[in-house]
């Protein structure tokens, strides 16, 4: 009888589980200088995540940690502005269809610092992407603190909702997003 308690609920918490669908996703400026960037600071925008309770220091803490990691410091005068925010309503997004990051970085970032025009290479197009996100969706934008674009966006949806939201929850939704940005600051190059 106890074998069969546990199976039951296995069977029910799995299937709560794969219910939760959700998508991380990213894209970037092919003018983001990321072989410069080496320091980070967070924008000021107020209150941006008056969400279901969510606690916008939490978010902080864990993106700084995260950049911290990959040997980003703190600056009044950073390279990258950090800016976050919790959407509660659900959204159409467009997102682009682009190489992986790490990928343009080695191959064609260089090259495109020097090139007034991104039409000579080819490989830097924007192929739209649509997507439904949810409400509680998570995006976090990298702004170049001197061109004063967005140079890299990450998104996570459907990662929490009304009935549940965790601290791991935020930890896992910002975690999952900054997966995508895995380029080591320029002094650890």
């Known amino acids: 009888m106890k074998n069969l308690l546990i199976i039951t609920s296995f069977i029910l918490l799995s299937g709560c589980m794969a219910e939760r669908e959700f ?54 005068k ?17 997102g682009y269809e682009q190489l992986e990051l790490e990928s343009w970085d080695a191959l064609y970032a260089e090259r495109a610092e020097n090139e007034s025009n991104l039409e000579y290479i080819r490989e830097a197009k924007y192929t739209n992407k649509a997507y439904e996100l949810k409400k509680g969706t998570l995006l976090i934008d990298f702004v170049d603190r001197k061109s004063n674009g967005v140079i890299w966006q990450g998104y996570a949806s459907g990662l929490f909702d009304d009935r549940t939201y965790f601290s791991k ?13 895995r380029l080591l600051a320029a002094s650890y190059q």
């Not at 950073?78 to 467009?94: H, L, T």
């Open 78 to 94: 950073p390279s990258i502005y950090i800016a976050y925010k919790v959407f509660s309503n659900d959204m159409s997004f467009k």
């Open 23 to 76: 998508i991380v996703e990213y894209d970037y400026s092919y003018r983001g200088k990321f072989k410069r960037y080496d320091t980070f600071n967070f924008l000021n925008l107020g209150d941006t995540v008056n969400y279901n309770g969510l606690s916008d220091s939490m978010i902080k803490r864990e993106i700084e940690r995260r950049m911290i990691s990959q040997g980003y410091k703190k600056s009044d």
């Open 169 to 181: 929850d935020v930890r896992y939704s910002v975690r999952s997003i900054l997966n995508q940005y």
